[in-house]
């Protein structure tokens, strides 16, 4: 049993054969308790940050005095909730079973999984014995995951000025309903050598994903940016619709393909004005896919007093070089031209597969044979 300290006195009585001291007739001395309380812990209910941590500590026998129990409170290793300075002790009352260890856990805003609080009364042998030493309980976050947005499928080049690419630009959840497509286009997209002509949904009337539409100016590499939002109340401000704000910028550079390229190689300085003549069609490299030769014969050439008869690969397995044949109409100069092309969808235009334009024009006159004389 816990008690108190107590006084023991020890008083000489009269007897026969000896005289009892007037002086010091007793003697007393302090006697001390041996039994401790013994004490445990239980962990209370799961608790959520901004809100309390408890934990039951009882202590039996009753103690006699106040007794306080020393504590260590921890958390999980990768766990943010404990306050900087949680309590290091908790007093049972005396005469009392029981005290309540409170934490008081402290909200932050940051999303983060569930984590643990974990509290275990540290040995004092003097004081009290420990029975259970340590409890857990499980701390749950309050905290929404924070708005993202990654772009998807952005070409590694672009062909230029007015030759316009695409990307898909998705936000990891839908964003406020009154976000407008304008307001992505003009407002929270930007583009340096470019301009952002279009940001379109995916899917009617859901505002996670969108196709944007991006025109380069020039022949300059182009970086489009989507900024991250700080105030939900700005123009262009991308938020959910319980208001947490983009937290992260994104950006995608678009390097500016080096410009395709043609020349004429060996073109004849005249022609004899009955038969056809040949020279070769030379792009500035092999690019990838398959020009069709009825493009070349047919409709991309402009020529002035004749018409190409024949186009076709020098080596067959690529599109680089290529021999042209052109039947002049009269004894007159031939002028044939390959004309640049702005609009790879307009009837003629020599363009990769991959919608690179043909970027300079090349031209040239061949004389026709000198008058008989
Ligand atoms: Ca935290
Ligand atoms: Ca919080
Ligand atoms: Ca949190």
Wanted: net charge negative; aromatic share 6%; charged share 25%.
């Amino acid at each position: 049993m816990d008690e108190r300290k107590g006084i023991l006195t020890a008083t000489l009585m009269d007897g026969t054969g000896y005289a009892v001291s007037k002086t010091f007739p007793d003697a007393a001395f302090i006697a001390r308790d041996n039994d401790v309380p013994v004490v445990s812990i239980a962990a209370g209910e799961a608790a959520t940050e901004g809100g309390t941590a408890e934990f039951a500590i009882t202590a039996a026998p009753v103690p006699a005095a106040d007794l306080e129990v020393s504590v260590s409170v921890t958390q999980g290793p990768d766990d943010d909730f404990l306050p900087d300075a949680p309590p290091t002790s908790v007093t049972i009352a005396a005469a009392a079973t029981e005290a309540t260890l409170s934490v008081e856990l402290p909200d932050d805003s940051a999303d983060e999984p569930d984590g643990v609080v974990t509290a275990t009364i540290l040995a004092h042998p003097d004081s009290y014995e420990v029975a259970t030493a340590s409890a857990s309980l499980t701390v749950h976050d309050n905290d929404q995951p924070p708005l993202t947005a990654a772009f998807h499928d952005v070409p590694a080049e672009h062909w230029g000025k007015g030759f316009e690419f695409g990307f898909l630009l998705e936000f990891s959840e839908d964003l406020a309903r009154e976000l407008s497509s304008a307001t992505l286009r003009d407002h929270a997209l930007a583009a340096t050598n470019a301009t952002v002509t279009r940001a379109a949904r995916v899917v009617k009337g859901e505002n996670r994903r969108w196709m944007i539409t991006v025109v380069p100016e020039s022949g300059a590499d182009v970086t489009v940016t989507l900024a991250a939002t700080t105030d939900c109340s700005t123009a262009g401000a991308l938020c959910t619709e319980d208001g947490r704000p983009l937290s992260g910028s994104v950006s995608a550079t678009v390097a500016a393909a080096p410009p395709l390229k043609a020349e004429f190689v060996d073109m004849p300085k005249s022609h004899d004005g009955t038969g056809v003549f040949e020279f070769e069609l030379r792009f500035s490299e092999d690019f990838p896919g398959r020009l069709p030769y009825t493009l070349l014969r047919d409709e991309a050439f402009r020529v002035e007093r004749g018409a190409v008869r024949k186009a076709g690969r020098v080596d067959q397995d690529q599109n680089q070089r290529w021999t042209i044949a052109v039947r002049p109409d009269s004894h007159e100069d031939v002028t044939v031209e390959l004309p640049a092309v702005t609009d790879c969808d307009a009837p003629g235009a020599v363009c990769t597969e991959a919608g690179r334009p043909l970027s300079n024009t090349v031209t040239a006159t061949v004389e026709g044979p000198p008058p008989l004389t």
